[in-house]
């Protein structure tokens, strides 16, 4: 199918519309612009049984994406990423189902390959040949390998502590790749400035449109893969918040065209205690967070100081009844351990984030214990440092079998 569904582009803080087929940024105001569709037109042309019989991971839903050309997509062999129930864990809270929605299992082992697929998709379409952006490490490595893919040039900027893998990666995958001393802002602020003068495209979070709608589709599979309800509770770790909003969208787009009803989860945005502008301004009451100074965490994929979609995160947080929560890192480091030890799930630190916040949420009874509950891990865990292991043995000695015993006796007490 060669058809884009796309009516026109949308200013998510003034409503004014911008014409669909032309190379967009940011808003006149300053702010993210929103694909809108012809939804009746999408109604009539695709059905959920058809939808079921197609294999192409997240272009399986392309009559709601915005790339009009099948020979613009670009795959690198995406994933319909699978829920993985935790029924150790539920156990022992006393909570409802616990599903994780384990996103490293798409190419390049995070929920970025998502976003950037359809940015350089589009990209592709306009005929951009050199894209750029600020990243803390796995939006890099997508874009770098989706650009490759598609021909183009990329180049990339990171914060000087960004984890040797995310680094090396994005340089083995042909982007063009620099460490720079400060966050991810200052790196952003290269981009913009490199506009004009080097003349590559912005693909930073929210800077263009269609990084939305790549993640979006987190919001689409997940509302399939549950028979199309939804969850009672998402908790999503939130940097920039693309998936956050986008998958808002989604769940918009889906009941305008009658697959989900009035029915919503509520939006939970969890962020670091030492990077947390949306929690701070959620619980202010206010809808624009400002700059979070000194921003700290191991969480790296959710320092983000600053986010120009801010108003559109809080926004869908409060629609839903839902708030925004922080973790402090000891308690991600506990959370990420209890996760691999008792379900054999690696969750990167962001995605234990999640879990950490979902814990500590039932306790104070934010969350019921009744709720069905999806936490996104946003990438694979095997990218992260982990934790050195020292036990060995000398095989020209006598082994000392007690201490097998001892771990045999501790895993029946359990």
Request: hydrophobic letters at 40%; charged letters at 25%.
């Amino acid at each position: 199918m060669n058809r884009s569904f796309v009516s026109h582009l949308e200013c998510s803080l003034t409503g004014k519309r911008y014409k669909a087929g032309r190379i967009h940024g940011l808003s006149e105001a300053g702010r993210p612009l929103l694909v809108r569709y012809d939804l009746d037109a999408i109604a009539a042309s695709i059905d959920k049984k058809t939808l079921a019989a197609r294999m192409e991971g997240f272009w399986r839903y392309r009559e709601f994406l915005p790339v009009a050309r099948a020979e613009h997509r670009v795959s690198l062999g995406e994933v319909v990423t699978p829920l993985i129930r935790t029924p150790r864990i539920e156990g022992r809270l006393g909570g409802g189902e616990i599903f994780v929605k384990d996103e490293g299992r798409l190419p390049t082992g995070s929920f970025k390959a998502r976003g950037l697929a359809l940015a350089v998709a589009m990209a592709k379409e306009f005929g951009l040949k050199q894209l750029a952006m600020p990243t803390n490490g796995n939006a890099g490595a997508a874009l770098a390998a989706y650009a490759s893919r598609a021909g183009m040039r990329s180049t990339v900027f990171c914060p000087d502590d960004t984890p040797p893998v995310n680094v090396e990666e994005i340089a083995l995958q042909g982007g063009e790749v620099f460490r720079v001393n400060g966050l991810i802002n200052d790196c952003g602020k290269i981009v913009g400035e490199g506009k004009e003068k080097v003349g590559w495209f912005d693909v930073s979070t929210l800077k263009e449109p269609y990084r939305i709608e790549g993640k979006k589709t987190m919001g689409l599979e997940l509302a399939e893969q549950l028979g199309w309800e939804l969850p009672d509770v998402i908790f999503y770790p939130t940097g920039g918040g693309t998936g956050l909003i986008g998958m808002w969208k989604a769940f918009d787009e889906l009941e305008t065209i009658g697959w989900i009803g009035a029915k919503r989860p509520r939006m939970v945005a969890v962020q670091a205690s030492g990077c947390a502008p949306i929690v701070r301004a959620w619980e202010r009451g206010e809808e624009h967070a400002p700059l979070w100074e000194n921003a700290s965490t191991l969480a790296a994929g959710i320092r983000v100081p600053i986010a120009v979609g801010d108003f559109l995160i809080i926004r869908a947080v409060r629609l839903s009844d839902g708030f925004a929560i922080a973790v402090d890192d000891d308690d991600i480091i506990d959370a990420q351990k209890e996760m691999a030890r008792e379900e054999g799930l690696l969750l990167c630190p962001e995605g234990a984030a999640t879990y950490a916040a979902y814990r500590r949420s039932l306790i104070d009874e934010r969350v019921s214990r009744k709720d069905r509950v999806i936490l996104f891990n946003c990438a694979t865990g095997l990218k992260y440092p982990m934790p050195n292991t020292e036990k060995f043995i000398d095989r020209t000695m006598p082994i000392d079998w007690s201490k097998f015993a001892q771990s045999t006796e501790a895993l029946r007490q359990e």
